[in-house]
């Protein structure tokens, strides 16, 4: 595995920025945001979530309990040298990020979502395919025609190209029975980022959680790319642009 190390930088700022790494991913899909927001003066901390960045097999030992702590451990160690904290996920990240915002008593200033999933592209057949012949079958493959812009990032960043079957499980029943019920208790200033064309999540998840989160202050930003890990497109500069606004804007409230 290539670049999966967790990143921590203490810029003695006010303000922290909690990045969670997407499903099967790693840290490293955050590296250029995490140095861009470092450079603006915030505290920046990306956990390695449990059974990430090493093999397979190791996910397919953890359980959404062991993604939780890896999150709240993360989100207590950035608070020890932050007053405020942003957090930023990324696909299943944000599903994480809403968890936390929800578990904590003091909430986060903000979060930003990128890519979250409420509904995958092809949705209905990956989950027939996974309560069929995916009870018998130990891993997922993850298909080259849908991961295609994504996959040589994916395989350098330490990503996972096959998923423990039971896993996938564990994930979708966290957005069904974590995720969607506790989206109208959310609060917080939210901003939604999300690729017009993401081959991975289908767009309708943005509206979803427009339209049901319960945030007085919400944004949704179509963010024009092909990939579904949009902070390392080629015009990723716009997207960090668009995160530092919205942090500072919120910041200023």
Same mark, same amino acid.
Do not use: C
């Given at each position: ?5 967790? %990143? ?20 490293? $899909? ?8 470092? $450079? ?16 397979? /097999?190791?996910?397919? @030992? ?39 915002? *929800? /578990?904590?008593? /003091? ?10 999933? %409420? +509904?995958?592209?092809?949705?209905? +057949? ?6 069929? !012949?995916?009870?018998?079958?130990? +891993? ?15 395989? *350098? ?5 096959? %998923? ?11 957005? @069904? ?32 959680? !427009? /339209?049901?989160?319960?945030?007085? +202050? ?19 500069? *716009?997207?960090?642009? $668009? ?6 804007? %919120?910041?200023?409230?």
């Amino acid at each position: 595995m290539k670049d999966t190390q967790q %990143i921590f930088i203490d810029k003695k700022s006010q303000t922290g920025v909690l990045m969670l790494h997407g499903f099967s991913s790693t840290p490293a $899909e955050f590296k250029d945001l995490s140095v861009y927001l470092a $450079e603006k003066g915030f505290n920046v901390s990306v956990p390695l979530i449990s059974g990430h960045g090493t093999s397979p /097999e190791d996910l397919m @030992k953890t359980s959404p309990n062991d993604w939780k702590k890896s999150v709240m451990d993360a989100y207590l160690k950035l608070k020890d040298v932050s007053e405020k904290i942003f957090v930023i996920g990324h696909s299943f990240g944000s599903n994480l990020a809403f968890w936390l915002t *929800e /578990e904590i008593k /003091e909430k986060p200033v903000g979060i930003i979502t990128l890519g979250a999933p %409420i +509904f995958l592209k092809y949705h209905f +057949f990956i989950v027939l395919r996974l309560y069929s !012949y995916g009870l018998i079958k130990k +891993f997922y493959h993850k298909p080259r025609r849908i991961y295609k812009t994504d996959y040589a990032n994916m395989v *350098e960043r330490g990503s996972y190209t096959s %998923i423990p079957m039971k896993s996938v499980r564990h994930f979708l029943s966290f957005i @069904k029975k974590e995720t969607i019920p506790s989206l109208s208790k959310i609060k917080i200033p939210i901003l939604i980022v999300h690729s017009n064309t993401d081959p991975v999540i289908h767009p309708k998840s943005a509206k979803y959680i !427009y /339209e049901h989160i319960g945030s007085a +202050f919400k944004r949704m930003h179509w963010f024009q790319s092909n990939y579904h890990a949009i902070m390392i497109d080629e015009r990723r500069l *716009e997207l960090f642009k $668009e995160i530092f606004d919205f942090i500072k804007e %919120i910041s200023r409230k």
